[in-house]
């Protein structure tokens, strides 16, 4: 968050001002309680260290955005 941090803020300001635009931290999905997990049912939930695999993608944060 620190380099994105007046970025984040941008956005977060648009979406209170716009009802088409909503912010979703995945990051309070992948990481509830500040307590990190980097795999689940032994499938990575990241390719590195800045990016969300494809199966965290599409099985843990796709549903929950949708919702």
């Known amino acids: 968050n620190g ?3 007046g970025l984040i803020e941008k956005l977060e300001n648009f979406s209170s001002i716009y ?3 909503y912010l979703f931290d995945g990051l309070d ?3 509830p309680k500040s307590t990190c ?3 689940l049912n032994k499938k990575s939930l990241y390719n590195d ?3 969300i695999s494809n199966y965290a993608a599409k099985e843990i ?3 929950v955005a949708s919702v």
């Open 29 to 31: 999905t992948l990481c």
């Open 37 to 39: 997990k980097f795999y």
């Open 49 to 51: 260290s800045d990016h």
């Open 3 to 5: 380099k994105y941090i």
């Open 61 to 63: 944060l796709a549903p």
């Open 19 to 21: 009802e088409n635009i």
